[in-house]
């Protein structure tokens, strides 16, 4: 077990290069879970309270982009960002950046499609009221978005567990460039793919324990939020 | 005041549910502003008919106008409070500030006195939803009086209420009606029916009755289901 | 743009910072396989190319998108399998006997199957065997389609024979119960070549900076540098830059 | 756009190869999805409707462990099943069952997490009318799971989508064998690996279609069960 | 017939939310088989003691005996309707067999007998929820009187019903009651307690205010509060 006491020294040590790794696993995947929430959370509340024709295809399109694999998210924002490609021209091929923007891709439909079903069932109950106060468009978003707040984080973590887990899409964009674009995720591909099973493990370890005061933060906020409203 | 929403007319409305007709050729005029009653068994089809003139729900067939208005284009003068009423998961202030948000930011003070008027000025900043039975149901009265409305619809809106609560709602409601409000009101209540209706409306089985002045209605029903009704008798 | 098995050895993590300081120049990598890492270079996301797969990489200076292509180094493949050897490949007299055997054995056989440049040379060492492999996929050819460090986990897990390259070979740390059964044949030797990516094509690229890392790395400097790389007590690669090539 | 037609032509020719890996795909996805909504979906309503110290907790663990790295998961289930492993005598290493309890373990926090939600929400109706009527334990899991199956679904369609999309762990326990444990997500990364890109993206589009079929599947069975029901 | 649960004995109880003592110090024993009505203004606090009693909560103080059990132990004996009854999303006869899943396999016809005396045989298989509010009501309570309890808690049960409706329940009610079931019963209708109630408990500001014998409440209530609240007088 070396590697297990290398992955604690490097812990204990605060080793500069894994604390560079573990900020930049977080900085992405936070930036993209906010720019993703932005555009997923009103368009899921859009879509269950909206009717109009084609909106099943949309709800359908989006289910199913739940199982879009990160690799071919990863080969689509390649080729957009390549210097060959459109948005070539902007350098982002091989930055954070680009992870941002692959895990943005790769989260949205995620967290769109269940906040869809959270608000869904909140608009069951709100609808007749809201009809009744002429609640429309962008109020009654904010609205449902507002009192199903609650419900939504789980939709939210369930994002950021895809982004921060996620190394497909971030492999091929960022590249996994020491000092540049290397995650915790693709740190763990490499060090397996070098036959460092227990060094990767331990990476994970450290991953799944960040990823869990993540949540913890999140749903202890949700929980002082909760008592603070129905003490 | 807004403009009136009179006269009310609602041709042969039909509604079907499953192989039921639950609204089964609705013609009904409504001509005069004051209180109008709807009575009438559970399942009668009160609650759809108010539905429908809401625009909650649209009939299977038929015509409802308000005034020369649809429906539809008449939905923001109209405001209902529901025999179950919905409260939003805020404060019992923030539910009031919702409701009507250019009141809220023109005049909070209005919103204070609206809570008073229905005795929840203590209240104001509980969560609405902790609020009992008959608390709601004030709350939401208020929520809907708030919006100034030509027509207001009110589904049983005391049935939870304790006497004392019922005579306050009551007295707001004629108060608004007096202002120019056309009412209309479902209540199982005979003694609410005596002291509020100017009209009754007597539905059942989907379809209207009866309609008579509020004195001849509980005096001598001119149809033998409502004179059962009235009796209690039982006729499911 | 880079070959992976250069990555997984720990050669960049050693030369990188020299390479920076004698140059100047921040130089990031990118570790695919040969085959990903042409690709991508022709689509101009990089600017120097170090891969190992001759051919391809003179049809890549060929087809305008290389500005030269310069031998870089070489080190050597070597086949892995299990202590046991039990198509008793250490005893055979060359590669193509020891394959043979392998076929013949049933023993099992992991290829990465992913168009790299240890793969082409695998396939190359097959067809000199007169074997075709592909019959027997799934069953006793297993193609991971992988890189060298996957393909190496499963393989040895297995109990598989592996062509692999000596480098990652000596840097994997799953090695198990496996070890180098045959090794030391020139049909074996592998060359790594490095090329600046055309100006022409791409004219993103940073070329000072591109030929500067490309001249550094060729240059008495970066050879010694690379020839002084050791893993475990081992010299991995052996610079081979303006010198006459081993055959192949 | 060679690798398109390509593409194109191994699908309208009934590629058997193609076929064969598709057919992969989905069974090892439905076989693992169906294990895991066995155990996730009780597991999620009876920490929905049951208060016990240390709820909370295991909540919050399930909440995290939606974002553990696939790589992760691969690796523990290779450790586990490797010939040196606890489980190594079952030789299931490198084989489609691998594959599977790979999968169930990195989907099963996420359904349970996400149904433990939408129960939740459910379970502030009903708690009072089951405490009432008497109803605990299985029957009120049941109850739950019968009554809140049309939200259940879009939860059941995010693990499928995780699962079907997954490359990282499958690869590891898989190993991406031809003709033995290659599926759609392995063979995308093997073409990305060797350039072919416009091949891989085909590849991406193959699935995803399929993934858009099970989709409206489900969701057609849910709308028609649903319709069936308030008609 | 199921065991006694009395005397109710309700001693010194009190919850506090937020920072209001929304049960104040109840004390009460019922002692008596026969029907028990709660009555007193909307927030007094009667759903809350209602709820106690049933173990949905658990007060901050006081303790609850039922003959000689606690409240956990009698709960299979006892039965409640909810002032908004909660029906499960599916067919009316399924909420039934839920609800009693031992008769739903020996007997299912007593579910078919049990609809009809709450005149809804004829929707056993539409979906629960589509059914008229006051439809609603009298499925819950086919639902509890079907198991049978020693100990009935009725909120507001009979609220929104039309006046055929609530005969039939109060005459269902009183009949469960002869044949030993304890009811205990809240309601704002006077009319209903004079009918029903053998006893009136009235409850203000989250304390028991008065317990009297129906004849002598409703005739001479010796508390002003209670006085006041039968005159309809605003008292909040
Ligand atoms: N969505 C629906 N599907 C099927 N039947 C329905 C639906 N909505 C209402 N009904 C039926 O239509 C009938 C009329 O319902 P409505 O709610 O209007 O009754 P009501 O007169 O308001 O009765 P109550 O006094 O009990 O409130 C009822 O029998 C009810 O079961
Ligand atoms: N969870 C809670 N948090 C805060 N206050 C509460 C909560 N539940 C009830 N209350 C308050 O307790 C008081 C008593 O409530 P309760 O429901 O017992 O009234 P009630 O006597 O049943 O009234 P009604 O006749 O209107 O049903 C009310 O003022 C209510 O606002
Ligand atoms: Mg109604
Ligand atoms: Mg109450």
Redesign the pocket.
């Known amino acids: 077990m070396n590697a297990l006491a290398e992955a604690l020294r490097l812990i204990v040590t605060l080793d500069a290069d894994l604390f560079e790794i573990l900020w930049l696993s977080i900085r992405v995947s936070l930036i993209a879970l906010a720019i993703s929430a932005v555009i997923s959370l009103p368009l899921g509340t859009w879509l269950a309270i909206t009717r109009f024709p084609g909106r099943k295809v949309v709800i359908l399109v989006l289910n199913a982009l739940m199982g879009m694999p990160p690799v071919v998210v990863g080969l689509m924002v390649y080729l957009l960002l390549s210097r060959s490609g459109p948005l070539g021209w902007m350098g982002l091929l091989y930055t954070p950046t680009a992870m941002i923007i692959a895990q943005v891709v790769l989260i949205t439909p995620i967290i769109a499609a269940l906040s869809h079903q959270v608000i869904e069932n909140l608009h069951q109950e709100y609808r007749d009221t809201f009809y009744s106060m002429g609640v429309t468009g962008r109020r009654a978003i904010v609205a449902y978005l507002v009192d199903a707040r609650f419900a939504l984080t789980t939709c939210i973590l369930a994002g950021f567990g895809r982004a921060i887990a996620e190394v497909g899409a971030v492999i091929i964009v960022g590249g996994n460039i020491d000092h540049l674009t290397r995650v915790m995720t693709t740190a763990i591909a490499l060090e397996t793919s070098k036959g460092n099973l227990t060094l990767a493990l331990a990476l994970g370890a450290v991953l799944l324990t960040l990823s869990l005061l993540v949540n913890a933060l999140v749903i202890g906020v949700r929980e002082y939020a909760a008592k603070r409203q129905y003490a | 005041m807004p403009d009136s929403l009179l006269p009310i007319r609602i041709r042969n409305l039909r509604?079907i549910?499953?192989d039921?007709a639950?609204?089964d050729g609705v013609n009904l005029t409504i001509e005069e502003l004051g209180i109008t009653v709807i009575m009438?068994?559970?399942?009668?089809?009160?609650?759809?008919?108010?539905?429908c003139l809401h625009g909650l729900i649209e009939p299977d067939q038929g015509q409802i106008t308000l005034g020369n208005l649809t429906v539809a284009d008449s939905r923001d003068q109209q405001a209902m409070v529901f025999?179950h009423p919905v409260l939003l998961r805020r404060t019992v202030l923030q539910n009031l500030a919702f409701a009507v948000p250019d009141i809220a930011k023109a005049d909070p003070q209005q919103l204070l006195a609206a809570l008073d008027s229905v005795h929840l000025a203590d209240r104001a900043n509980q969560p609405a939803r902790m609020l009992s039975g008959g608390e709601q149901q004030r709350l939401a009265l208020a929520r809907a009086l708030l919006s100034k409305p030509a027509l207001l619809l009110l589904?049983?809106a005391t049935a939870s209420l304790d006497p004392a609560s019922v005579l306050l709602i009551e007295s707001l409601v004629k108060a608004q009606s007096k202002r120019g409000t056309k009412v209309i009101l479902?209540s199982?209540d005979q003694g609410q029916g005596r002291r509020l209706a100017d009209e009754v409306v007597f539905?059942s089985g989907?379809q209207v009755a009866e309609q008579s002045p509020a004195d001849q209605f509980f005096t001598e029903p001119r149809t033998p289901v409502a004179e059962a009704y009235l009796a209690g008798k039982i006729l499911f | 743009q880079s070959t992976t098995s250069t990555q997984n050895s720990g050669l960049y993590d050693y030369l990188l910072p020299m390479a920076e300081e004698a140059t100047g120049v921040k130089v990031n990598i990118v570790a695919v396989g040969t085959g990903q890492a042409i690709k991508n270079a022709m689509r101009c996301d990089g600017d120097v190319l170090l891969v190992h797969s001759k051919p391809d990489e003179e049809a890549f200076v060929a087809e305008g998108f290389g500005e030269k292509r310069y031998d870089l180094m070489y080190n050597d493949f070597v086949i892995i399998g299990p202590e046991s050897d039990p198509a008793d490949v250490a005893s055979a007299p060359d590669v193509v006997e020891a394959l043979q055997r392998i076929q013949q054995t049933g023993a099992k056989f992991a290829s990465r199957g992913d168009d790299s440049g240890t793969h082409k040379k695998e396939l190359a060492l097959w067809r000199e065997a007169g074997i075709d492999p592909e019959g027997g996929s799934g069953r006793w050819y297993l193609e991971t389609g992988s890189g060298m460090g996957a393909t190496l986990n499963t393989g040895v897990s297995l109990g598989a024979y592996i062509l692999s390259d000596r480098a990652t070979w000596i840097s994997f740390a799953n090695k198990q119960d496996a070890t180098i059964v045959y090794e030391g044949n020139p049909a074996l030797f592998n060359q790594y070549g490095v090329t600046p990516v055309s100006v022409d094509k791409c004219p993103t690229v940073n070329r000072q900076a591109a030929q500067a890392f490309t001249q550094w790395l060729v240059s008495v400097a970066g050879q010694s540098a690379i020839a002084a790389y050791q893993l475990n007590g081992k010299q991995l690669f052996f610079p081979n830059a303006n010198q006459t090539k081993p055959d192949n």
């Open positions: 509604l549910k499953g039921r639950v609204l009438g068994s559970n399942g009668a089809g009160k609650t759809l008919l108010l539905r025999q589904d049983e479902i199982h539905m989907g």
